[in-house]
């Protein structure tokens, strides 16, 4: 297969072959290829060259849920392929179906519920019947654990498991190396476009996997200095609402240099806690930073003004203005605080200290690769002297040597005295920055751990809602 | 998106210039009208006098104003519609207070001028207010202001305010002082300059060039512009979008309320219900013709201002329907417009 996104050879001379009854997994960095080549397997994509061939159907349940959140789980399952009768939808039909095809799998859900109102789980289930319905001989998941609880993951793969005993042929893309050492028989490295490796399983190890996506060693992160930590945010029974996230109640500290990690599956409150920080939604409860309150005036230019740098979890929408360059991307928020002409030195800093490539401070910001446009946003926010930096999924969708770079940057930060607030649904991430961990499910805190009692089993129960 | 917008430029303005000749032609072989003759009318009736220079330097003034009002509205994200309104309302302050203050000239036309700007502006902050205070949208509030604003001058010049007797709709004359000097009035006169020839495009290419330094190179545009091209982040990096929106608003409606005051100082001496047929409509497809910059806002008004004037001599001279000549200009802007908006939908 090959296939050209202008400049970019996305996918460069790629063979894949799938058996029935295999779980095959597919991995790589961001950019490396392999959502394109899952992509044109599934023909969504038309390859510049090669040929594909399959023994049946194919189907492929995407990382961001495709599904119409205003319709019904049966509408969406069997969209386009409803049972007619006559001129109408026969929905009784359309249910049942919905109910038999669960129980098949074993992936129960009612078929008259409502998507939106679905946690993240069953939607996923939703996905799945969707493809399932069509009996595909392929079967194709593109990060499909990226919003499940450890718990769901698991019973997720044990459906997967089941498929390929039914002789369906499974490939998963993903960047989770547990999962595919744990849950494949087969594994499959793409860099830059190529396959740089094809292994049994059993006869390799992440580590050796690391090593072959990045195409080296894997970088170390910035050492971690004594610091001696102050008081610096206090949050006391804070609650706030930000569309569907909603924050119940949050006490805690973030004190000057230490890292608190908030560790928690996606939609569990911590958008909601991120925009309350940043001053763009209204909360109730008691905030106070550096001894002062912050509360419903305090607007975002005020929060900024005295050092809090929020780094939201979406680059491309709340961060960055695409159009424009480098330069006036890297001023923004410290706009009437930075002179016209020092908008350029600041951007060179940025692009220094953060190796953003190109780099050129002249280089419009839509065109540069999501790695580079998140070290902008994280580098805006660390080069302006801040106190307190809230870092909400600062790594999302950005390749392993990128993401070490943002997080060796973070530690340092936190080494020169400012508090960070770690928010992420990674969490090895958070297990390899933080000084404290907190845990939050459906809008509560639930656990704190000291980094020495860190306890992977435990917090991962926690997040799941398990006491 | 600009980028490509403007390597786009070229192909843009050649698949244009075909529509517009091919359909432009059709058109008139319907009509019975040779395209040589009809095409060759137009271009001698925009550029072969200097009187009709200045008659295409004036139609450019006249969508000008709006259309640089309404770029500024529109690089703030607001669909500002309502520049007929703001238009209309500035040429009737201008009209209205001109004819009531005998002042000398020095202090009459300036004073017109910020009359208009500031009636233009008023009625371009009210939608600003109700978008910042209440989330109003912009696009159904302007174009309902811009029903009230004619009603309501039409109501004024015709009731409290009708001057001239026999039901003429327009307020009594402006004094001399207060005219703006005369582009085709000069046109035969020795002491011409060029400055003369057309002194409300003069004032409208600086205000462009003032409004390009602004948006590009102050705070003030630059947030304007963020809140425009990215309102998410921008409201994360501390810009007070409602505060934005009153301003942009404001001022977009106070160039457009300029425009109108020109109108009446520069070539009616005085409001009537007249006044525009159509400018602030007009202005938005110059406006998009010209990319939102103030440069090409300039270069699209002068090739506005050349299909109106020529339009006439279509008329006239060469005996095209006035049907055509209007399918002719509608085309130039349908294609330029409509190309436009095909590249923005493809790279989006």
């Known amino acids: 297969m090959r296939r050209r996104f202008g400049a970019v050879q996305a996918v460069d001379g790629v063979d894949l072959e799938l058996f029935p009854g295999e779980i095959q997994a597919l991995v790589g960095e961001n950019g490396a290829g392999k959502s394109t080549l899952a992509a044109i397997a599934y023909g969504a994509v038309r390859p510049d060259e090669g040929t594909i061939e399959a023994t049946g159907a194919v189907g492929l349940v995407h990382q961001h849920f495709k599904l119409i959140q205003r319709l019904r789980v049966w509408e969406n399952v069997l969209l386009n392929r409803e049972p007619k009768r006559g001129w109408t939808i026969d929905v009784a039909a359309a249910q049942a179906r919905v109910r038999a095809l669960g129980a098949t799998y074993g992936l129960a859900v009612d078929p008259d519920a409502v998507v939106e109102t679905l946690p993240v789980g069953i939607k996923q289930r939703v996905e799945l019947l969707r493809e399932l319905d069509r009996e595909p001989a392929v079967l194709l998941l593109d990060e499909p654990t990226a919003a499940l609880a450890p718990s769901e993951i698991a019973s997720f793969f044990e459906t997967v498991r089941g498929l390929a005993a039914r002789g369906t042929a499974v490939l998963v893309v993903t960047h989770k190396l547990a999962e595919v050492i744990a849950y494949s028989q087969r594994v499959t490295v793409m860099r830059a476009g190529r396959v740089v490796g094809r292994h049994l399983t059993a006869e390799t190890n992440a580590e050796a996997i690391a090593r072959e996506m990045v195409g080296g060693e894997v970088p170390a992160l910035a050492a971690r200095a004594a610091t001696t930590p102050a008081p610096l945010l206090a949050l006391r029974d804070v609650a706030a609402t930000a569309g569907i996230s909603t924050l119940a109640n949050a006490s805690f500290d973030v004190r000057a240099g230490e890292i608190v990690g908030i560790a928690g599956i996606e939609g569990n409150g911590q958008s909601a806690l991120a925009d309350a920080l940043a001053g763009v939604v209204p909360f109730t409860g008691e905030m106070r930073f550096a001894g002062e309150a912050l509360d419903a005036a305090d607007s975002p230019a005020s929060r900024i003004a005295r050092g809090i740098r929020v780094i939201p979890q979406d680059r491309r929408g709340e961060a960055l203005v695409l159009d424009w360059n480098v330069r006036d991307n890297v001023a923004l928020g410290r706009q009437r605080v930075l002179a016209r002409a020092a908008y350029g030195s600041a951007a060179l800093e940025v692009i220094e200290r953060f190796d953003v490539r190109p780099p050129n401070p002249e280089a419009i910001v839509g065109m540069l690769s999501g790695g580079n446009q998140q070290k902008i946003v994280v580098g805006r926010a660390l080069t302006s002297a801040p106190r307190l930096v809230v870092a909400y999924q600062p790594t999302r969708g950005i390749d392993i040597g990128a993401a070490a770079l943002v997080q060796s940057r973070l530690i340092e930060a936190r080494n020169a005295g400012a508090g960070v607030l770690l928010i992420s649904f990674e969490l090895d991430e958070i297990f390899a920055c933080a000084d404290r961990v907190l845990v939050i499910a459906s809008g509560a805190f639930v656990g704190a751990f000291e980094r020495s009692t860190i306890d992977r089993g435990r917090i991962g129960a926690l997040m799941a809602g398990h006491q | ?348």
């Open chain 2, 1 to 348: 998106m600009n980028a490509l917008l403007r390597s786009r430029g070229a192909r843009d303005a050649l698949v244009a210039l075909v529509v517009v000749f091919g359909v432009g032609s059709i058109a008139m072989l319907l009509a019975h009208v040779s395209p040589l003759v009809g095409f060759g009318a137009l271009f001698d009736g925009a550029l072969g006098t200097p009187e009709e220079v200045a008659e295409t330097l004036v139609q450019a003034a006249n969508v000008l104003f709006p259309a640089l009002g309404i770029a500024v509205a529109f690089r703030a994200g607001l669909f500002n519609i309502g520049a007929e309104g703001q238009l209309i309302l500035g040429g009737f302050a201008a009209g209205w207070i001109g004819a009531q203050l005998p002042l000398p000239a020095f202090a009459a036309v300036p004073l017109l001028l910020v009359a208009g700007a500031l009636a233009g502006g008023a009625w371009g902050a009210i939608p600003g207010f109700l978008r910042a205070r209440f989330g109003a949208n912009e696009v159904i509030a302007t174009l309902m202001l811009n029903v009230i604003a004619i009603l309501l001058t039409t109501y004024l010049v015709n009731g409290p305010l009708q001057q001239g007797g026999a039901g003429a709709s327009e307020t009594a004359a402006l004094p001399r002082s207060a005219y703006l000097p005369d582009p085709i009035a000069l046109v035969g006169d020795p002491h011409l300059t060029l400055a003369y020839l057309g002194t409300p495009i003069v004032v409208g290419i600086v205000l462009a060039l003032v409004l390009r330094w602004a948006l590009l190179r102050t705070v003030f545009g630059y947030e304007l512009r963020a809140a425009g091209d990215a309102p998410e982040a921008a409201k994360r990096a501390g810009i007070d979008l409602g505060r934005t929106a009153l301003v942009a608003m404001a001022l977009s409606g106070a160039i457009a309320g300029l425009g109108g005051a020109t109108i009446v100082a520069g070539s009616l001496h005085r409001f009537n219900t007249g006044l525009s047929p159509g400018y602030g409509f007009i202005a938005i497809a110059v406006a998009l013709v010209g990319n939102l910059d103030p440069l090409w806002i300039v270069v699209a008004a002068i090739a506005f201002g050349m299909l109106q004037s020529g339009g006439i001599a279509m008329q006239a001279e060469a005996g095209v329907p006035r049907e055509v000549v209007s399918l002719v200009t509608g085309l130039v802007i349908i294609a330029l417009a409509g190309r436009r908006v095909v590249a923005r939908r493809r790279t989006t």
